[in-house]
């Protein structure tokens, strides 16, 4: 089974902050990885797939890179409608979601 | 449009089964393939398994001896039987379509072991 490693597990940010989530794939996955955003109470909300590619209606202040085992997940300019949880899922072999990054602001 | 929903009871009994609907509409069980995805209170998003187009089905290694995925396709509907539950498989249940990935969700439902 792929494992992935997500960190940090939180974020503090203040408004208008760059901000950074890395993944890590315990073997190559391919670019297969996605983000999630996901607020409480509510499912998780598909934000990119394919390591960079934005889904429709997600924000171009979100964005994604990477190859191999290593990606990251950045927010530019943080809004408040950004707080919540960051989820990344891998699909190049079943699934496994990382452990999630619970964003705040500071 | 796309939808899914989930049904079930809401507490269960340890040892005991728990069964989940998932029930579809705004496209075919046939030419898409429906998961499940579970979330511990307070904890992070695990795969449980999915039901492929073609009707095959695949597990999460972790819960593969207690777990059966099934499907109506007539009803458009997705089953979940996982046997010998614990206070360990107290979540969130969502049924979710692969997009790819997972695009579409459903809203879940809060599922308690406890006696």
């Known amino acids: 089974d792929i494992q992935m490693t997500q960190s940090p597990p939180s974020l503090s940010a203040s408004l208008g902050d760059k901000v950074t989530i890395t993944c890590q794939a315990s073997q190559n996955i391919n670019k297969y990885i996605a983000w999630y955003q996901q607020k409480p109470g509510k499912a998780p909300r598909l934000l990119i797939r394919y390591t960079s590619t934005l889904e429709s209606g997600t924000p171009s202040r979100f964005s994604g890179s990477g190859s191999g085992r290593d990606y990251s997940f950045s927010i530019s300019n943080v809004e408040s409608e950004d707080i919540a949880s960051y989820y990344c899922l891998q699909y190049d072999n079943l699934y496994t979601f990382g452990a999630g990054t619970k964003l705040e602001l500071k | ?115």
């Open chain 2, 1 to 115: 449009q796309v939808q899914l929903k989930e049904s079930g009871p809401g507490l269960v009994q340890p040892s005991q089964t728990l069964s989940l609907t998932c029930t579809v509409s705004g496209f075919s069980l046939t030419s898409n393939s429906v998961h499940w995805v579970r979330q511990p209170p307070g904890k992070g998003l695990e795969w449980v398994g999915a039901i492929w187009s073609g009707g095959s089905t695949d597990y999460n290694s972790a819960l593969k001896s207690r777990l059966s995925i099934s499907r109506d396709t007539s009803k458009s509907q997705v089953f979940l039987k996982m046997n010998s539950l614990q206070t360990e498989d107290t979540a969130i249940y969502f049924c979710t379509r692969w997009g790819p990935p997972f695009a579409y969700w459903g809203q879940g439902t809060l599922v308690t072991v406890s006696s």
